[in-house]
């Protein structure tokens, strides 16, 4: 709690502010009772109207003075728990864009979301209103508590004798409750989690008639939620009239005893009125002390779980002295290179080859076999547990990150669009891009007819993920992204590409394009860019079983050439397919 108190530090200034405006707001509520208590004596003895007036006034100057603090007070502390939210929403964001590819393995978007959003606004009420809060309280409790003293001890001690059994269940109640808040947020993290994925996934879910399904497993989440939030209600509700029933004791007892002391004589009638008007507002502090508690316990949890991402290291870190990596050749070298997602069972096993400048190089193997491993290691999406890669003999680990990644562009398999116009998404990379770059990038990528023909051009919104482009257009359009950046080193993953058809003609073109002058990578089963490689890595295992080019390669005789007449017999029995698709 107190490493996050650390963000509302910042504004000390506006904090102390706000305390003092809360001391003076505290100060002129104590003032009423008294003036009232001591109005009440003059009535009744000597009855000396200058000293009415003057208490009258006196009460409503310390009303409108208290009302004044009070707004001070409260606008105050609004505003520090705000600025602070907004400052752990940001760190939030920023933690959770720093972290690698291994975080995301494991982590769930409805978790993160509901961390970013119901756990940060825990946090601000607490802030709001606990942090003064607590002194608050105090304060009033203890300033009450003293007034009461020396108005009447034996009558304070009589009334403060039930504090403790308040305090003892208030804490009783919250010990209660803090589970209960925990269980809260983490059913409301699994539900964000079971409503996210039902809704990128909708279409799988419909695919498969699985809606019932979905919607059984958001309602067991809903009712967990429903059950828990109900028991905290009932805890609060039980706990309510508990408080009311033993604040009520101590009046009657004031009354009572009190009573007899003004008959004898021993009290005035203002003083007692005084006495419990002062009872009445030390049960304030008390309930607000079992609403501060209850919402620590739920500060507490939310915090830790705020916590927990904040400290959440990025396996890839930047060295200190991590250089830029500025124009580039694009030499790559990978030297006995290991890895292993697990730490436990290794993925790819002592890896070793070198890439020239402006080469393209293909890899092969079968699925699962760490193709797309090695690709992600060249922008360091994981770190090589042993070994290394190096670009123009720089070791990879030793370059900035922001640089390293300028510099290798990637067209993945899985083409994410932002919810954005087209234009906006080409220029993802390069936002200060001119809108001809743009449309040469376009074209380049055989994209701009296709863009051009729509009725809004470059302005069309991309609906969330792209839904209304086609897979191929996609493709493009990601090829467009990687060309308008203009990265040194490429990588490819084309491994889903279907057989030839219009669209495949342009794809092809845009990725000639693409390629030349790069030192590419490439994932794919099209055999002309396969036999025109420079460079062709066979893998089987996470071991490099074949290296070279294609005439060295099927003189081999190996899985290659295995590879490569499977590959062939497939083709051309899509060929004869659509062969007979055209002369029908
Ligand atoms: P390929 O691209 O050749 O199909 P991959 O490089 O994707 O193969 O995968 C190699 C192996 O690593 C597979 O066994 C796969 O299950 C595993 N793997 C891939 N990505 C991850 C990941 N993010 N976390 C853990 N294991 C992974």
Known sequence: LLRLVVFARKYWGQLTLAFLCLLASTAFSLVVPRMLGRGIDVILTSGDRNFLIMAALIIVAASVLRGLTGYANTYLTQLVSQKSAYDIKNALFERLQQLS?????????GQLMSRATVDVEAVRMFFGMGLLGISQTLILFVATAVIMITLDWKLALLSLAFMPAIAWRTIVVSQRL???????QQVIA???TTLQESLSGVRVVKAFAWQQGESRKFSADAIALYNAEVETSRQVAVNMPMMTFLLSLPTALVLWYGGRQVVAGELTIGSLTQFILYLGMLSMPVRRLGFLVNNLSRVVSAGQRILEILDTESQIKEKPDAVPLEKIEGRIIFNKVSFSYDAVSPTLKNITFSVQPGQLVALLGSSGSGKSTIASLIPRFYDVSAGRITIDDIDIRDITLASLRKNVGIVQQDIFLFSATIRDNIAYGAVDASMEDIINAAKAAHLHDFIAGLPEGYNTWVGERGITLSGGEKQRLAIARTLLVNPAILILDDSTSSVDTETERHIREALDKLIRGRTTFII???LPIIKNADLILVLKDGEL????????????NGLYYRIYQAQLAANEGEDLAGDEHGTR
């Open 101 to 109: 590819f291994a975080f995301y393995d494991r982590a769930q978007t």
């Open 178 to 184: 803090a589970p209960i808040w925990l269980k809260v």
């Open 190 to 192: 699994a539900l964000g």
């Open 524 to 526: 794919t089963h099209r």
């Open 545 to 556: 079983v074949e290296k070279g080019k294609h005439r060295d390669l099927m003189a081999v």
